[in-house]
């Protein structure tokens, strides 16, 4: 079985500041690992993915990610934040090895709020 | 180019009544998939498809039927709704090389 904590729900920064929204996963093979962000009454939009290679992915609007294998994690980081950035960001994961459903395992979601 | 669309938009159902869900998109996509959003707990796969034809079970199917008749539609049907049901659904697609999916925009349905 596969799982995502997304451990806060609600993240406060100023304008400008660099943002992180935190992300661990369980998988029992290889994951693969997104960033969507929803704005209110929207559907999910596609921000970034690891899938192998370079831990470190860029992904639209100036956000990035970093993958840890041995932490299990995979941080949403952005420098200076928009407060066009306020919005619900939600960490997937999907185990390329095969076996179980297919589909995405979503955290919870993390409510980013952008304080000008 | 429309992407994924679905229809309606916005229900509301009595306990006991049946309703379909229409998802179409245009992208050529294998594989598609419907999930449920509810507060605090983020999206649960209802079910899915990896291809016209073919649909299986996801995490939560309970209450749910689905149909892949045309590669470019996938329906989900409830037979007889109840208020545990209501939530607002996503209809999603990817290829089958490709990893993410793309989302539509959501059906919001309430059962009273």
């Known amino acids: 079985a596969q799982s995502v904590a997304q451990p806060e729900d609600q993240v406060n920064v100023a304008e400008g500041n660099p943002l992180t929204v935190k992300c661990t996963y369980s998988?029992?093979?290889?994951?693969?690992l997104f960033w969507y962000v929803q704005y209110p009454n929207r559907g999910l939009q596609f921000l970034l993915k690891?899938?192998?290679?370079?831990?470190l992915v860029k992904g639209s609007y100036g956000f990035e990610a970093e993958f840890n294998k041995s932490q299990t994690s995979f941080h949403l980081k952005k420098p200076s934040a928009l407060v066009s950035d306020s919005a619900l960001y939600f960490c997937?994961?999907?185990?390329?090895?095969?076996?179980?459903?297919?589909?995405?395992?979503f955290g919870k979601g993390t409510h980013l709020i952008i304080q000008p | 180019n429309a992407g994924v669309t679905q229809t309606p938009k916005f229900r509301v159902l009595k306990t006991g009544q049946s309703m379909t869900l229409l998802c179409a998109q245009d992208?050529?996509?294998?594989?598609m998939y419907w999930y449920r959003q509810d507060p605090g707990m983020g999206l649960r796969l209802i079910h899915y498809?990896?291809?016209?034809?073919?649909?299986a079970k996801g995490e939560v199917p309970d209450g749910y039927n689905v149909s892949r008749l045309k590669k470019q539609n996938f329906l989900l049907g409830l037979e007889s709704a109840a208020p545990s049901q209501t939530s607002v659904y996503f209809c999603?697609?990817?290829?089958?090389?490709?990893?993410?999916?793309?989302f539509g925009q959501g059906t919001r349905l309430t059962v009273v």
């Open positions: 999603a697609s990817r290829t089958a090389v490709g990893t993410e999916a793309f």
């Open positions: 998988v029992s093979g290889n994951p693969y």
């Open positions: 690891y899938i192998t290679g370079d831990n």
């Open positions: 997937a994961v999907r185990d390329w090895s095969g076996g179980g459903a297919d589909g995405l395992t």
């Open positions: 992208m050529n996509h294998e594989y």
């Open positions: 498809s990896v291809g016209e034809g073919t649909t």
